[in-house]
């Protein structure tokens, strides 16, 4: 049989992500004081940035803004209200070189986060650069305790997706244990299973943690064990075990014993209308040195020289790149803001028990962008309220009821809770009771979800809230 060469064209799409859009989704997921950390470590290393000689790190002036009745109203732009960059004239100042250390000074000193701890880990794991990627989506999608704010599959493409299960089983390996998973309870359970537990023990305490724990503190020792099938000594091993494991593994990191929430935005009622306003007083108004990128015309001719302007160039172009996604980070989430302004409109005029059912895709639809970027842009991201400084995604809830409901999950809760808080001191209200008022009210949730919504709520069952 002979074999002839012969040369064959085909195409195959394959998604690349380049350096400064793996930036800008870095950016975006960044919560304001993170952000703060990483313009001051890019000051640090580039001599191309420079902060302009008016700014003020103080998040004390955003407060005062925000009082004063000129605040910019809801359908400013967003250029009105901010600036990014489009300023790189100037000479030399020595009194900015003043404002730029102190901005250093006041950033927040940098203690490895969480996230960080587990991007690092991550570097050293041999991954394709979408494997990576995905890695890197699902880390910046872990809070401070280390569980998952969204469904990975919510956030993920479809192609990102077929990843998924690999990226986890590498994440759950990761240090510390317990970590990428979705609640408390799968995090004690992925630690006991690393640590070795098994077959018929690993049955029991998955039983133990899922569904008996709240007997134990009850004291229902006897009860949990006929429920477990075994005796109360293998219950008493079991539960010492547990005791031994972290409910919140992630807790050890974050930035110190204390850590401070810097809202974003503000979106308060003033005379009847609700106000919008970004805090752009915890940002400096990034810009370009002029001497700096002066400095390339200075040069001769030689290699050094040559050198030296490839140098400046590369500096330059990091410094536009960084001041361009920090404009679109920040006109990202203004455009959110505006969205939830108005579909939110009675939660900030009248409380949280008026939360209306919204998903991020609904929202992304309005803005002109991909899922994933409200996601993003919405993860550990603060609003300033009539009502306290609240999460941006507690402002995006599920339905609750039938098909076409209009109460929100978080409406729900926030009833359950004004509902216990109506009935203390009084007898403990069971999770039917409760159910049963809700029905009363025009609210249809089940039992077994009133018993949910309350577990997330931190809030005992009846049998416990009874002994108080």
């Given at each position: ?13 394959q998604?690349k ?16 004081a993170e ?5 001051k470590s ?5 001599p ?5 000689s008016?700014w003020?790190f ?8 925000s ?7 809801v359908?400013?732009?967003y ?5 990014y ?5 100037g000479?030399y100042d ?13 950033a927040?000193?940098e203690?490895?986060?969480?996230q960080?701890?587990?991007?690092s880990q991550?570097g050293?794991?041999?991954l ?12 910046t999608n ?11 599959y919510?956030i ?8 998924l299960q690999k990226?986890l089983?590498i994440?759950?390996?990761f ?6 998973v979705?609640?408390w309870?799968?995090?004690l359970?992925?630690?006991?299973t690393?640590k070795?537990?098994?077959d ?9 943690v899922?569904?008996?724990?709240e007997?134990m503190r ?5 009860q ?6 075994i ?5 008493d091993?079991?539960y010492?075990?547990?005791?031994t494991l ?16 810097i809202?974003?935005l503000?979106?308060?009622?003033e005379d ?17 040195s002029?001497d ?16 030296a302007?490839?140098y ?7 410094a536009?790149s960084l001041i361009?996604?920090i404009?679109?980070?920040n ?10 302004l ?7 005029l009248?409380?949280p028990q ?12 309005q803005i ?20 306290g400084i ?5 402002l995006?809830?599920?339905a ?29 209200l069971s999770d039917?009771?409760?159910s ?12 077994r979800t009133?018993?949910?919504y ?15």
């Amino acid at each position: 049989m002979e074999f002839s060469p012969h040369l064959s064209l085909s195409q195959k799409q394959q998604l690349k992500l380049s350096p400064q859009l793996l930036q800008s989704f870095e950016l975006m997921a960044l919560p304001l004081a993170e952000l703060q950390q990483k313009i001051k470590s890019e000051i640090e290393s580039n001599p191309a940035l420079e902060l302009p000689s008016s700014w003020d790190f103080s998040y004390e002036r955003f407060a005062q803004q925000s009082q004063q009745k000129e605040s910019s109203k809801v359908d400013d732009t967003y250029s009105d209200s901010s600036s990014y960059g489009s300023d790189y004239g100037g000479g030399y100042d020595y009194e900015a070189s003043d404002r730029q250390q102190k901005f250093m000074e006041n950033a927040l000193s940098e203690e490895e986060t969480l996230q960080e701890h587990l991007l690092s880990q991550l570097g050293c794991e041999s991954l394709s650069e979408e494997e990576y990627t995905v890695g890197q989506i699902l880390i910046t999608n872990i809070d401070a305790n280390g569980f998952f704010l969204e469904d990975p599959y919510d956030i993920l493409t479809s192609q990102q997706a077929a990843h998924l299960q690999k990226l986890l089983k590498i994440l759950h390996q990761f240090e510390p244990a317990g970590v990428a998973v979705k609640d408390w309870r799968e995090s004690l359970i992925l630690q006991a299973t690393l640590k070795g537990l098994k077959d018929e023990d690993l049955v029991h305490f998955k039983a133990l943690v899922n569904d008996n724990l709240e007997l134990m503190r009850a004291g229902k020792q006897s009860q949990v064990a006929k429920n477990l099938g075994i005796d109360e000594m293998e219950l008493d091993a079991l539960y010492s075990f547990l005791k031994t494991l972290t409910p919140f593994p992630g807790q050890g990191f974050a930035s110190g014993p204390q850590q401070y929430v810097i809202p974003d935005l503000s979106i308060k009622a003033e005379d009847g209308e609700l106000v919008l306003s970004m805090n752009n007083s915890s940002l400096p108004d990034l810009r370009v040195s002029a001497d700096f990128e002066a400095l390339a015309q200075d040069l001769g001719n030689t290699d050094e020289a040559k050198k030296a302007q490839q140098y400046i160039q590369n500096q330059l172009k990091s410094a536009n790149s960084l001041i361009f996604q920090i404009q679109v980070r920040n006109q990202t989430l203004y455009r959110l803001a505006q969205v939830l302004l108005v579909q939110q409109r009675d939660f900030f005029l009248f409380g949280p028990q008026y939360i209306k059912p919204l998903t991020q895709k609904e929202v992304a639809a309005q803005i002109g962008v991909h899922e994933t970027t409200v996601s993003r842009i919405s993860t550990a991201k603060w609003i300033d309220t009539d009502w306290g400084i609240i999460s941006v995604k507690k402002l995006f809830s599920n339905a609750v009821g039938d098909e076409g409901a209009e109460l929100s999950k978080q409406a729900a809760k926030e009833t359950i809770r004004q509902i216990l808080e109506e009935h203390q001191g009084q007898k403990a209200l069971s999770d039917q009771k409760i159910s049963d008022i809700l029905k009363e009210r025009g609210i249809s949730v089940a039992r077994r979800t009133v018993a949910k919504y309350r577990n997330e709520l931190n809030i005992d069952p009846s049998f416990i809230r009874g002994t108080n």
